[in-house]
């Protein structure tokens, strides 16, 4: 499918059940999209810059008023809970057992249900993005509830008109996330949940920013409760948060200046492509391959595999993108070894060593490597009365460097008259249709 003419035939081809969602000229989303000169993993990078300084500002007493609230519900022998996980890998990265993570907010998953919920009580606290009506509940009963917005989820700043019904009552049972919520946290993220505008492909704003706005949300407010718990720090501070959001720029301002090399990769992506070969993604006990696969806003030709299919799956030519909460997971670098011995190309994004590493660090074998500046093996911030630093960076970070380098591959296989396909994500009315167009497309071409 030539780049000129793809969007006309998905369009065309949506019409049997595409209707009733056109992006509004005008919207938020096209007004702060970045210029369109810049490269754009860069345009990525400043869309991410806008969130962490929103949080960095605008919503940084906000986090101060909900540990606060968390410390009381702590002293008084109650209960924290917390179910702020929209944004696909997060289900994990968040896990209460995560190294790095001194677990307060035990994390639920999408397992929850409502007598896990009925358990919430007057005095409890809860952080959520997801506003069921055992959420209110929770909240009319006496819980101290903290609710983040996020695109998939109608609130008061979401447009009207552009949420299916379908998706509003699996996700809110009608209800706002401002019902919900004694304090709100905005995450900056558009209802589109992608940010990149490629003329060629217009009718979908690729890739997202969840992980940015909610993950960066919970470790802020992780490290202001642990600071307050245990390390000494009055009630109303907001050190620690900001630190970890300064420190996430800070190192994403380094990604962000290994473009050149992350483009280097993304051509040869393309040859892979161009070549016959498939997009896949595995990682091993943190689920960041999920970050990258039938997710909103998406590559629908970026798909899961795993050490029980590969061998069905994988050829030679193919390519693998393999991440990891540290360098030298040893499945990761087993599952690289199989990778390169079936003829295939290994990517890695993580960081190119960590501290104490057994040696065997996935950055040494793969065919291409995108650094993440996060060495640490637990967290990357030092807190008094913690033997082990907390709050990690590798996962946020992750998701950082997946999406500037999927931005410039999509920007290279455009410049090769090969525009790939995107999915819309079924939270958007027409999403769901929009996406099985798409993917008929890619699943025929590869792409």
């Not at 969007?7 to 065309?12: D, L, W």
């Not at 642990?226 to 190192?251: F, H, P, W």
Request: proline residues 4%; hydrophobic residues 35%; aromatic residues 10%.
């Amino acid at each position: 499918m030539r780049r000129r003419t793809f969007s006309k035939k998905i369009m065309a081809g949506s019409a049997l059940g595409f209707t009733g969602y056109t992006m509004p000229i005008g919207s938020y989303a096209e007004k702060v999209l970045q210029p369109k000169q810049k490269p754009y993993g860069e345009q990525y990078f400043d869309w991410a810059a806008k969130v962490w300084e929103r949080q960095a500002t605008s919503e940084l007493p906000i986090i101060g008023q909900a540990a606060d609230k968390a410390t009381e519900t702590i002293k008084n022998g109650k209960k924290l809970y917390s179910q702020a996980m929209l944004g696909h890998m997060l289900t994990t990265e968040l896990r209460k057992d995560r190294p790095g993570n001194p677990g307060y907010l035990d994390t639920w998953r999408w397992s929850a249900t409502d007598e896990m919920y009925a358990s919430i009580g007057k005095g409890d606290f809860l952080l959520f993005d997801w506003t069921k009506k055992r959420v209110k509940d929770a909240h009319d009963r006496g819980a101290f509830t903290v609710g983040v917005r996020v695109p998939y989820v109608p609130n008061k700043t979401t447009p009207k008109g552009v949420l299916s019904q379908t998706n509003q009552l699996l996700f809110t049972d009608g209800l706002l996330t401002e019902d919900c919520s004694d304090l709100v946290l905005t995450s900056g993220v558009p209802f589109t949940s992608g940010v990149l505008s490629y003329p060629e492909i217009p009718s979908v704003r690729a890739f997202p920013l969840c992980v940015q706005g909610v993950g960066i949300f919970y470790w802020m407010l992780t490290a202001e409760i642990a600071a307050r718990v245990r390390g000494g720090a009055a009630m109303g501070s907001t050190d620690r948060a900001l630190e970890y959001v300064n420190l996430i720029c800070k190192r994403g301002k380094k990604i962000l200046a290994d473009l050149g090399h992350i483009d280097e990769a993304a051509k040869a992506m393309v040859e892979y492509v161009r070549g016959g070969g498939r997009y896949w993604n595995y990682s091993y006990g943190c689920e960041m391959d999920a970050e990258n696969e039938q997710r909103a806003s998406g590559l629908p030709m970026s798909q899961g595999i795993s050490p029980g299919s590969y061998k069905d799956r994988l050829k030679p030519g193919h390519f693998v993108i393999i991440s990891g909460e540290h360098s030298d997971v040893k499945e990761n670098y087993e599952m690289a070894l199989a990778v390169k011995a079936v003829g295939a190309k290994v990517i890695n994004i993580g960081p190119a060593r960590t501290e104490g590493s057994t040696g065997k660090d996935l950055s040494k074998i793969a065919d291409w490597h995108i650094e993440t500046y996060s060495p640490e093996r637990e967290g990357a911030l030092s807190v008094s009365g913690f033997d082990k630093k907390i709050c990690p960076t590798t996962g946020i970070l992750f998701a950082l460097a997946l999406w500037i380098t999927n931005a410039q591959f999509v920007a290279r296989m455009i410049e090769a008259d090969m525009t790939p396909g995107f999915d819309m994500g079924g939270h958007l009315i027409g999403g769901s249709a929009y996406d099985k167009d798409v993917r008929a497309i890619v699943d025929k071409r590869g792409y």
